[in-house]
């Protein structure tokens, strides 16, 4: 799976905010392979786990709220029609593996990486499917609106 990236197993990315964890694509990956995820999929666990690592991300502050929030990645462009991201009918269910497994992948690593278990540091009093897997495409057929790759 590290093989699908273009760093160094050993790559250092960041330390995730709540357990202080230590991010490097080795455990990325491993927390890829545990979601079903394609060796394909995985340049995009790591930009979304870049995405997740910046302080105004905040992942701290949304793992761990009573609220329930979750991270959503939307893979936007070209990229998203190769690896069969969908962003229609049926996008957040079954059917549709990148979509699943790479929301999967950022989902696990914040939670082994980060610490964000619930009962733990993840306190959502009542949570929901999106703090499973969250990811999809914005669907640029069917929206009146500019994709967000610009």
């Given at each position: 799976?590290?093989?699908g990236?273009?760093?160094?197993?050993?790559?250092?990315?960041?330390?995730?905010?709540?357990?202080?964890?230590?991010?490097?694509?080795?455990?990325?990956?491993?927390?890829?392979?545990?979601?079903?995820?394609?060796?394909?999929?995985?340049?995009?666990?790591?930009?979304?786990m870049?995405a997740?690592?910046?302080?105004?991300?905040?992942?701290g502050?949304?793992?761990?709220?009573?609220?329930?929030?979750?991270?959503?990645?939307?893979?936007?462009?070209?990229?998203?029609?190769?690896?069969?991201?969908?962003?229609?009918?049926?996008?957040?269910?079954?059917?549709?593996?990148?979509?699943?497994?790479?929301?999967?992948?950022?989902?696990?690593?914040?939670?082994?990486?980060?610490?964000?278990?619930?009962?733990?540091?993840?306190?959502?009093?009542?949570?929901?499917?999106?703090?499973?897997?969250?990811?999809?495409?914005?669907?640029?057929?069917?929206?009146?609106?500019?994709?967000?790759?610009?």
């Amino acid at each position: 799976m590290a093989a699908g990236s273009s760093l160094r197993p050993d790559t250092v990315l960041g330390v995730m905010a709540l357990a202080n964890g230590m991010v490097t694509i080795e455990k990325l990956a491993a927390n890829a392979v545990m979601s079903g995820c394609l060796p394909e999929c995985f340049p995009i666990v790591v930009t979304g786990m870049q995405a997740v690592l910046r302080t105004e991300f905040n992942i701290g502050g949304l793992a761990t709220t009573t609220g329930g929030g979750a991270p959503g990645f939307i893979v936007s462009g070209r990229v998203a029609d190769d690896l069969g991201v969908s962003g229609g009918t049926g996008c957040f269910g079954p059917g549709y593996r990148a979509n699943s497994t790479i929301g999967r992948a950022l989902r696990l690593a914040i939670g082994n990486l980060g610490g964000a278990h619930p009962g733990d540091m993840d306190q959502s009093t009542q949570t929901w499917p999106g703090k499973l897997a969250y990811c999809f495409t914005d669907n640029e057929e069917r929206t009146a609106f500019e994709p967000l790759r610009g």
